[in-house]
């Protein structure tokens, strides 16, 4: 699974309005006359390319192709992606809508509860990539945090990764505790992924530090349990010692963040 910071948007009601206006310029196609390469997706445009695939794996592919375009071109045709759904849809496919959803910005808050019904899905990459799409929608995503919590017991290790990482995104701090419990699970990601959880939820994370500490010691999820004790910042100060001998760490990316947290502790 991809770590959360590569993924995790911010969504702020502010930006609704801007990427809504967004959407109503994207809706026209145009083309480029020296090559006719189309630089701008219409509705229409996707709407033909989805009605012609030819089965669940063709459209899983437009569509994940298609959530690989700008979010500025996404927020103007998420509408008739997201309506996939209501066609029988299998799981390769609501998959794909679900990175679409979370790659067209601000305006995939607007399908929340479209997103929130999969958390439910029987396929485990379906629940997961709901997850990743639910993690930067803010308030949108309130009604699924009982879901969420949910699925931090899910027999799927990758689920569980996706709900520890949804609730941090979230700042879910009422599941601090649900989350906590995950820095025990037999998977080192997931540990990691609860470890950076922990960080965002502020106040109702730092009781964890000592146990996110401990993490320090299992390579797979070092550097999110840094990221944790960075965000911390005072509870991470008693750790100074073990924070220092990550910093020759043979991963580069993992000396950057032990350099980090020796950073933001105080004093």
């Given at each position: 699974?991809?770590?959360?910071e590569?993924?995790?948007?911010?969504?702020?009601?502010?930006?609704?309005?801007?990427?809504?206006?967004?959407?109503?310029?994207?809706?026209?196609?145009?083309?480029?006359?020296?090559?006719?390469?189309?630089?701008?997706?219409?509705?229409?445009d996707?709407?033909?390319l989805?009605?012609?695939?030819?089965?669940?794996?063709?459209?899983?592919?437009?569509?994940?192709?298609?959530?690989?375009?700008?979010?500025?071109?996404?927020?103007?045709?998420?509408?008739?992606?997201?309506?996939?759904?209501?066609?029988?849809?299998?799981?390769?496919?609501?998959?794909?809508?679900?990175?679409?959803?979370?790659?067209?910005?601000?305006?995939?808050a607007?399908?929340?509860?479209?997103?929130?019904?999969?958390?439910?899905?029987?396929?485990?990459?379906?629940?997961?990539?709901?997850?990743?799409?639910?993690?930067?929608?803010?308030d949108?995503?309130?009604?699924?945090?009982p879901?969420?919590?949910?699925?931090?017991?899910?027999?799927s290790?990758?689920?569980?990764?996706?709900?520890?990482?949804?609730?941090?995104?979230?700042?879910?701090?009422?599941?601090?505790d649900?989350?906590?419990?995950?820095?025990?699970d037999?998977?080192?990601?997931?540990?990691?992924?609860?470890?950076?959880?922990?960080?965002?939820?502020?106040?109702?994370?730092?009781?964890?530090?000592?146990?996110?500490?401990?993490?320090?010691?299992?390579?797979r999820c070092?550097?999110?349990?840094?990221?944790?004790?960075?965000?911390?910042?005072?509870?991470?100060?008693?750790?100074c010692?073990?924070?220092?001998?990550?910093l020759?760490?043979?991963?580069?990316?993992?000396?950057?963040?032990?350099?980090?947290?020796?950073?933001?502790l105080?004093?």
């Open positions: 699974p991809p770590e959360p590569r993924w995790l948007k911010s969504f702020r009601r502010a930006e609704v309005g801007m990427a809504l206006q967004v959407a109503v310029v994207a809706g026209k196609g145009s083309r480029c006359a020296p090559c006719g390469i189309q630089s701008v997706l219409s509705r229409d996707v709407w033909l989805l009605s012609q695939s030819g089965g669940e794996e063709e459209r899983a592919n437009a569509i994940v192709n298609l959530a690989a375009r700008s979010t500025s071109e996404l927020a103007g045709c998420v509408d008739v992606i997201v309506e996939v759904l209501g066609q029988e849809a299998g799981p390769k496919v609501k998959a794909a809508v679900c990175q679409a959803v979370r790659g067209a910005g601000a305006v995939g607007l399908y929340a509860q479209d997103v929130g019904y999969l958390l439910d899905d029987q396929d485990a990459d379906v629940r997961y990539q709901a997850c990743l799409a639910l993690a930067g929608m803010g949108a995503s309130a009604a699924a945090l879901a969420l919590a949910r699925l931090l017991r899910d027999d290790e990758v689920v569980r990764y996706g709900a520890c990482a949804a609730l941090g995104g979230l700042e879910a701090t009422a599941c601090a649900d989350v906590a419990a995950l820095l025990a037999r998977s080192p990601e997931v540990q990691g992924a609860a470890c950076w959880a922990l960080g965002k939820m502020g106040r109702a994370g730092v009781g964890s530090a000592p146990a996110v500490a401990k993490r320090l010691k299992e390579p070092r550097l999110q349990a840094l990221r944790s004790l960075a965000m911390m910042r005072g509870a991470a100060a008693g750790y010692m073990e924070i220092c001998e990550c020759t760490d043979e991963d580069a990316e993992t000396r950057l963040a032990a350099a980090a947290a020796l950073g933001a105080p004093g």
